[in-house]
């Protein structure tokens, strides 16, 4: 299964789909600091993604629901530096795409924005990378870093890409995209479709991504 057999609807200026989801996820990374933000406006609330463990859902991470703008985290978090992630579609065209990083206490969670190479504070978040052992996923206390069997048994149903890497979207989780710490050379595909037996029982989920409001109809159905 492919990107373009995942994908439907891509809003007007978004990532093409060789540098959207699955891109995002698999491919190459920078997250090198560009300057660290000053001084939190408001700490009286409290970030909103420092409380460990730290709850990924479909349309939240920690206390930040996928509606809130960016400026929420440049405000109420301190430890917040802005970030730029780099990528490199299937053309070979170098992409960069702005956010905000924030590493604590076992979790390195980024915060993007695709429309523009700036960021927006009024605008939300329209992705979240998030790993480390200190983030568990929605229905339970589940470590992201939990193995694919365990996953599988909990969330059932799910489609699976091979690229780069093996990447993973569970219909019960349809706005997440698991990465596995996997080679996809490991795993068998017949025709189209991955067989889900060949992926090895103790592989574990290195990352996460968490797709944001303004992608979230992008899919088509997981069944």
């Known amino acids: 299964m492919q990107c373009k057999d995942l994908l439907v609807n891509v809003p007007r200026n978004a990532f093409a789909c060789s540098s959207m989801l699955w891109s995002i996820v698999v491919g190459p990374l920078s997250f090198g600091p560009l300057h660290q933000m000053g001084e939190s406006l408001n700490q009286s609330a409290g970030c909103p993604v420092e409380s460990l463990p730290?709850?990924?859902?479909?349309?939240?991470?920690g206390r930040m629901t996928a509606l809130q703008p960016?400026?929420?985290?440049?405000?109420?978090?301190?430890?917040?530096?802005?970030?730029?992630?780099?990528?490199?579609?299937?053309?070979?065209?170098?992409?960069?795409?702005?956010?905000?990083?924030?590493?604590?206490?076992?979790?390195?969670?980024?915060?993007?924005?695709?429309m523009d190479s700036v960021l927006h504070s009024d605008r939300p978040v329209d992705g979240w990378i998030i790993s480390g052992n200190g983030g568990i996923i929605v229905g339970g206390t589940r470590p992201l870093d939990m193995s694919w069997s365990e996953m599988y048994a909990f969330y059932g149903l799910a489609q699976v890409s091979v690229g780069n890497d093996v990447t993973v979207r569970f219909c019960s989780l349809?706005?997440?995209?698991?990465?596995?710490?996997?080679?996809?050379?490991?795993?068998?595909?017949?025709?189209?479709?991955?067989?889900?037996?060949?992926?090895?029982?103790?592989?574990?989920?290195?990352?996460?991504?968490?797709?944001?409001?303004?992608?979230?109809?992008?899919?088509?159905?997981?069944?």
Not at 70 to 93: E, F, Y
């Open 54 to 61: 730290l709850r990924i859902s479909n349309d939240s991470v």
């Open 174 to 223: 349809p706005n997440m995209v698991f990465t596995l710490n996997v080679e996809p050379t490991a795993v068998r595909k017949v025709g189209d479709h991955v067989d889900l037996r060949s992926i090895p029982q103790n592989a574990h989920f290195h990352h996460v991504f968490v797709v944001g409001g303004s992608l979230s109809n992008a899919f088509r159905p997981c069944r």
């Open 70 to 114: 960016i400026g929420t985290l440049r405000r109420l978090c301190p430890m917040t530096k802005d970030t730029s992630l780099s990528i490199v579609a299937a053309n070979g065209r170098s992409l960069r795409y702005p956010g905000l990083n924030i590493s604590h206490d076992g979790v390195t969670i980024l915060a993007l924005q695709y």
